[in-house]
């Protein structure tokens, strides 16, 4: 019996060797004729002609690259360019954070997230304040006031807080920053979901803390903006670990 599983193993590897490498090329085709997102792909069957490969190692190649987001089936209408967006990386994250099963490594876990975005984002505002205009300000300013005005009638308002920070980094024009931002947001919104987590024990202290943040960035207070936003992160990771305890 030992001998067969080897044996059956031995046949299986090159398998796997294959469909990784199906996946390569079918990328490779995709940057080679230059395919922009939403564009079809040829047929399965001038997929097997080009690659000479038959139409279940395609369709396996397909699957995982559609897992990928890189790759869009449509059944019934043809297999199209996905849009490379980082839809696996946040279920992927979500999925790490939700396994560290205790509260201690789960708190940890969040941790680690919100220690990455702190220093993405600590970075970001150095950059975008040599840029940002007074009517960009004005327009965070706004969304400043709409979460006042929600915290005071007891509303909720997680949407507001990610409406202004992506509001912030508009003016880099970077398209990479809100995808990433928005990855992390995602896995602490789905994990908070999970554990059933309460909102915002404090709306009035988070609506200050991103008041200071405006604030800094309208006197050209780059280093003052770096220490609004720490103070930020500070509050979401006590956050963090007080829903983690049950403590409200």
């Given amino acids: 019996m030992r001998r067969m599983a080897e044996e059956t193993g031995s ?6 060797r294959v469909s990784s490498q199906i996946q ?19 047929t399965e069957t001038e997929l097997m002609n080009d690659l000479g490969v038959s139409r279940n190692s395609v369709r396996e190649a397909l699957k995982a690259l559609q ?3 890189i790759v869009d089936i449509r059944h019934g209408y043809g297999t199209y ?7 696996p990386f946040a279920d992927g994250l979500t999925f790490r954070t939700l396994a560290r099963q205790d509260d201690t490594n789960e708190t940890g876990a969040l941790a680690e997230i919100l220690q990455v975005r702190e220093v993405l984002e600590e970075g970001l505002i150095h950059r975008v304040a040599a840029v940002l205009t007074e009517a960009e300000l004005d327009r965070l300013e706004a969304v400043v006031a709409e979460m006042e005005e929600a915290g005071r009638a007891g509303r909720p308002f997680p949407e507001l807080d990610r409406e202004f920070h992506e509001l912030l980094y508009a003016p880099l024009g970077n398209a990479l920053v809100p995808q990433l931002l928005g990855a992390f947001w995602t896995v602490f919104s789905r ?4 554990r059933g987590w309460t909102d915002d024990p404090a709306p009035g202290v988070t609506v200050r803390r991103h008041r200071d943040i405006v604030t800094a960035l309208r006197a050209r207070d780059v280093e003052a903006a770096q220490r609004a936003m720490a103070d930020h992160f500070r ?6 670990a007080q829903a983690s305890r049950g403590v409200s």
């Fill in 81 to 87: 360019v996905g849009q490379a967006s980082l839809t």
């Fill in 235 to 240: 509050g979401i990771e006590a956050r963090a």
């Fill in 24 to 42: 390569r090329e079918v990328t490779q085709l995709i940057l080679d004729r230059r395919l922009r997102a939403g564009a079809p792909l040829p």
């Fill in 67 to 69: 897992a990928l987001d």
């Fill in 11 to 16: 046949r299986r590897r090159p398998e796997r």
């Fill in 191 to 194: 994990v908070a979901g999970v």
